[in-house]
T-cell receptor, first 120, second 117 residues
Framework: AQTVTQSQPEMSVQEAETVTLSCTYD???????LFWYKQPPSRLMILVIR??????QNATENRFSVNFQKAAKSFSLKISDSQLGDTAMYFC?????????????????FGKGTHLIIQP | NAGVMQNPRHLVRRRGQEARLRCSPM?????VYWYRQLPEEGLKFMVY????????ESGMPKERFSAEFPKEGPSILRIQQVVRGDSAAYFC???????????????FGEGSWLTVV
């Protein structure tokens, strides 16, 4: 079974600063995917960024980037030029490569989340 | 493309009643997942379904909980004889069949909040 650990229950930074959220995971799988999801006060789960384990290049989406260290099983999220709208719960999630006949995704395993607060 | 649609958004049930939560996946998606989020917790996987088939229900409690995804119509998560501990947010998600383009990305609905009184 996989486990995902987010060691920072809450973080607070000033607007425009850069912040890094940490995530570590444990798995015996070699082929998998990692995700960061954002859950604002509306509670909608929004995909922020995804990373395929077989890719060495770190994923980037605008102000969001990851530092993926496969050997260390670490997957941190960096938010540059933070904005008030970035205030939310951030969840790190793991998914192993789909193994069922017909393809399709396997279940996500989530960490407990980090509550990020952006101060004006 | 409409997103994953869940209803009701909020549901209040008395102990012992039944709760039914519905989920319509995104257009073109044939895979549905249900997750539960307890207060101050991350989402926990419950069940994964394809049309008319339960693929993985390893996260679903053995009793009182059931899920289906019929050939026509939405996926239903059914909780019989609800208890206070069932109070949670229940999220549905969907994905297309796996491809190297879509990878294994799944998309979430806005959740259904069940309160048992």
């Amino acid at each position: 079974a996989q486990t995902v650990t987010q060691s920072q229950p809450e973080m607070s930074v000033q607007e425009a600063e850069t912040v890094t959220l940490s995530c570590t995971y444990d798995t015996s799988e070699s082929n998998y995917y990692l995700f960061w999801y954002k859950q604002p006060p509306s509670r909608l789960m929004i995909l922020v960024i995804r990373q395929e384990a077989y890719k060495q290049q770190n994923a980037t989406e605008n102000r969001f980037s990851v530092n993926f260290q496969k050997a260390a099983k670490s997957f941190s999220l960096k938010i540059s030029d933070s904005q008030l709208g970035d205030t939310a719960m951030y969840f790190c999630a793991f998914m192993k490569h789909g193994t069922y006949s017909g393809g399709g995704a396997d279940g996500l395993t989530f960490g407990k989340g980090t509550h990020l607060i952006i101060q004006p | 493309n409409a997103g994953v649609m869940q209803n009701p958004r909020h549901l209040v049930r008395r102990r012992g009643q039944e709760a039914r939560l519905r989920c319509s996946p995104m257009k073109g998606h044939s895979h549905v997942y249900w997750y539960r989020q307890l207060p101050e917790e991350g989402l926990k996987f419950m069940v994964y379904l394809q049309k008319e088939n339960i693929i993985d229900e390893s996260g679903m409690p053995k009793e009182r909980f059931s899920a289906e995804f019929p050939k026509e119509g939405p996926s239903i998560l059914r909780i019989q004889q609800v208890v206070r501990g069932d109070s949670a947010a229940y999220f549905c998600a969907s994905s297309p069949p796996f491809s190297h383009l879509s990878g294994n990305t799944i998309y979430f609905g806005e959740g259904s909040w069940l309160t048992v009184v």
